[in-house]
């Protein structure tokens, strides 16, 4: 449809998309057998290979450290990967290396990493010594490497957000090797979509390149996930959202990702309703020295630059490291396009003891903006079409100050501590038709400021532990309204201030093959609210106070059947605060709506949560699965109607529910080793993918004519959300992903009407890599066969009558292009 290609090439892709399809299952075919070929003869040449293997354990407990990495590398260069293992479910793991360097073994390192806990090096010629030597002393045992977790130092930093892997919370961990596999430079909420069960996302210039766009998990709005940067609040205080169109290209110094679905363990910023993302970035303990150079190029004139630079450790005690990045896409639809830049620095002092660290992030972006929603009779004749004036762009900043610090106290205790300082502030422009003819641009510009104070205690025993911490924070923002050019005399000035208060603990005993976990969080918050009055016009009567209280627990136990298999479950409860737009009933207090919003008729909400599940490990295959009920009480949901800039209007709804069954597998379907040639080289296929089900149910609501529904599912809530895909790494340095994305319909509003519906979609996107010790390529072929397809949608009216009259939606782009290529040094 619309990419960087030529039209002449355009057709002939368009051609071949089934015959695409059809050489991939026959390069599979054909290479199942060969591989398995190459397995028999690598069987028969053992004389010329050796075999590495061990067991990978926790240093404190003993406990197996399952998806350990283990990998070779060149003597000194971890990240050059030459061949790379992982433990199962056993904590085990076992490959074959080319011994055609019997002499040479010194020049190479073995690497053992896990999450959370401090890598380990050995010369690959000792190691083999240990492998030797365990082997010759006792028959059938392994080469035991064990790692010690890095609670003193800067895993504390995430400690108190982050869910362990046995813990009793449906969770996903991304590790920066996952991260690097999908990562383009594209916004976090977009990466996290193929990567996680449950999550739909969706862009306003259709490319998720820059510019605005937003998530649903469970499909729960974005405004109630908990979003944390290194254990620090993300989220704006006031109306929750978190605009990542201004956070350019922050993934690029991302280290890991956890998702937690529904009632979590994150115990700090918004309430952790529908559940909570956490992002770490860089890791400074054990970088290396050096760098790198990224360049992106793809359809729609998308071009990103990035570098980054790491100083390695300085004196056994400094670390430090900085990047740059710039994006510039004209977005798939018209009026969309995106220039944008950011830095990020991080430095750290390491002691024995303690730990010092701070990072900071500025960012710039522009954007053109694209949030109306076009009809599907306008999307047909031009599926870029955009109803926003041309001149109608943004322009902010956004700014993050991170000091942290982490101590051991003694060898069972430690405290982390964290002050931060979030801020943004830029101009929103809306153009209209005054009614003469003639255009007017209002201006919507906004300040934010936030301070916050976050300290955390950990206490561990060999079978039990306890955490228990604190948060403050001081929000406050200025919202104005002005005519341009006329900036500095603002019409409208309207001044909001948040407070919270909160206190976290959580306690975990542990015995046997039985692990219970417990927390509790409490929640004291005001919102101020300093009107306009003389825009209101009315007399002045002081500041709009709310206040809000929650008491929000969590009970949960894992039970660990055998090495490869464990279940769990959990019962939590969490009690979330409206945003000042859902107060409002819209974005500014004016006559019209100040009577309800200073009578607080917007009451908060309440979700009661089970969750249960199993998770299996085996050295072939991983599965997790988990089943969840939500019960919720004055929901704080959408309703179908539009307020502006996109946004729907949310009301309490007394009772509704959401349930159903999310599943995640990643298996191996075949592996071979090549040894005739030094290094050894392997060939694996994999298969791994997640699926939801997901079913919602509202008891009953009125609508504003008081006509009563009963019994309606939520809007934008798609019943199935499948994500797949085929990954071969082929000869140790290229990969080649074929990956498929499967979304159910969904109703756009709540009455149920047939009519406003967002279509389901299937998508098809490829993906092929090569990785060398120095340089690295991907080129991405996203929407593979060219699916015109919706994300999200609204109702519209067309003629401004106050009733709805079409469905509207937000295309994305059709088949496009993307090369990405990586120097190191």
Do not use: C
Not at 385 to 403: A, E, H, T
Not at 608 to 614: D, I, K, M, P, T
């Amino acid at each position: 449809m619309y990419s960087i290609l030529s039209n002449g090439i355009i057709d002939k892709i368009s051609k071949s998309s089934r015959s695409l399809i059809k050489s991939v299952i026959l390069f599979i075919s054909i290479l199942f057998p060969l591989s398995t070929w190459a397995q028999i003869k690598s069987a028969g040449e053992a004389q010329n290979a050796v075999e590495i293997s061990g067991i990978v354990l926790d240093t404190i407990h003993g406990n197996v450290l399952i998806g350990a990495n283990v990998w070779i590398s060149p003597k000194g260069e971890p990240k050059n990967v030459l061949q790379g293992f992982s433990t199962d479910a056993t904590g085990q793991f076992r490959g074959i290396w080319s011994n055609s360097f019997a002499q040479g073994y010194n020049e190479f390192d073995i690497n053992i990493s896990y999450i959370g806990y401090t890598s380990l090096h050995y010369s690959l010629e000792i190691a083999l010594q240990k492998m030797e030597q365990t082997r010759s002393s006792s028959e059938g045992q392994r080469w035991t490497i064990r790692l010690q977790a890095d609670n003193e130092l800067e895993a504390l930093l995430i400690k108190g957000v982050r869910a362990k892997s046995n813990d009793p919370v449906s969770q996903t961990t991304l590790s920066l090797v996952q991260l690097e596999q999908s990562y383009r430079g594209q916004q976090p909420i977009f990466l996290l979509e193929g990567l996680s069960p449950s999550v739909i996302s969706f862009s306003e210039s259709g490319t998720r390149m820059g510019n605005y766009g937003g998530m649903r998990l469970r499909g729960i709005a974005q405004e109630r996930i908990n979003m944390t940067l290194n254990g620090i609040p993300l989220n704006d205080m006031i109306d929750h959202g978190v605009f990542f169109s201004n956070f350019t290209d922050l993934g690029a110094s991302f280290e890991s990702v956890q998702i937690q679905r529904g009632v979590g363990v994150a115990p700090n910023g918004v309430a952790s309703y529908a559940g909570s993302v956490n992002f770490e970035t860089v890791r400074l303990k054990d970088r290396e020295r050096g760098g790198e150079m990224n360049v992106g190029v793809g359809a729609f004139n998308t071009y990103r630059l990035s570098g980054s630079v790491s100083s390695g450790i300085i004196d056994d005690q400094w670390s430090l490291y900085g990047s740059y990045s710039s994006l510039q896409s004209d977005g798939f639809r018209d009026y969309t396009a995106t220039t944008a830049y950011s830095f990020f620095f991080s430095g750290a002092y390491i002691g024995d003891r303690h730990l010092f660290k701070w990072n900071a992030f500025d960012a710039q972006s522009k954007n053109g903006l694209g949030y109306l929603f076009a009809t599907e009779s306008q999307l047909e004749v031009d599926p870029r079409i955009n109803l926003l004036n041309p001149n109608d762009k943004d322009d902010f900043g956004q700014r993050l100050v991170q000091f942290q610090h982490s101590m051991t106290i003694d060898s069972r205790s430690s405290l982390q501590s964290s002050l931060y300082y979030g801020g943004a502030k830029g101009d929103f422009f809306y153009t209209y038709d005054d009614g003469t003819g003639n255009l007017t641009q209002i201006n919507y510009p906004l300040y934010n400021h936030h301070y916050g104070f976050i300290s955390t205690y950990f206490f561990e025993q060999k079978q039990w532990s306890l955490s228990t911490g604190v948060h403050a924070y001081l929000f406050d923002r200025i919202n104005e309204e002005s005519i341009t050019p006329n900036f500095e005399q603002a019409y409208y000035n309207e001044q909001s201030y948040k407070e919270e208060l909160s206190w976290f603990g959580r306690a975990q005993w542990q015995v046997d093959k039985l692990n219970v976990q417990a927390d509790i969080q409490i929640r004291s918050m005001r919102l101020t609210i300093e009107p306009d009055y003389d825009f209101i016009g009315r007399p002045s009567e002081g500041y709009l106070l709310y206040d809000w209280f929650f008491i929000n627990p969590r009970i949960g136990m894992t039970f660990v059947h055998s090495p490869s298999f464990s279940s769990y479950a959990s019962l939590g409860r969490m009690g979330r605060e409206p945003t000042k737009v859902d107060i409002f009933g819209g974005f500014s207090l004016i006559a019209e709506n100040f009577e309800s919003a200073a009578n607080s008729s917007f009451g908060p909400e309440y979700v009661n949560n089970l969750e249960a599940g199993f998770r299996m490990n085996r050295s072939k295959i991983a599965v997790s699965w988990n089943l969840f009920y939500m019960d919720f009480m004055d929901e704080i949901a959408p309703i179908g109607q539009l307020l502006a800039f996109g946004v729907q209007k949310r009301e309490n709804i007394a009772s509704s529910a959401r349930y159903g069954v999310e599943l995640e597998w990643n298996t191996l379907l075949f592996s071979s080793v090549f040894s005739e040639t030094p290094p050894s080289r392997s060939t694996t296929l994999s298969w791994e993918g997640s699926l939801a089900w997901i079913q919602s149910h509202i008891d009953v609501f009125s609508n504003a004519d008081g006509q009563i529904y009963q019994d309606r599912e939520a809007i934008l809530s798609p019943n199935w959300i499948i994500n797949q895909a085929l990954v071969m790494d082929a000869f140790t340095q290229w990969q080649i992903r074929l990956e498929g994305r499967y979304v159910s319909e969904s109703f756009m509003e709540l009455t149920n009407n047939p009519s406003f519906i967002v279509p389901a979609y299937n998508l098809v996107n490829t993906q092929l890599s090569f990785k060398g010790s120095r340089f690295d390529i991907r080129i991405d072929v996203n929407n593979l066969l060219d699916t015109q397809y919706y994300s999200t949608g609204s109702p519209i009216d067309i003629d401004f009558n106050g009733s709805i009259d079409e469905p509207g939606f937000l295309a994305n782009a059709g088949r496009n292009i993307m090369i990405s290529t990586r120097f190191r040094f």
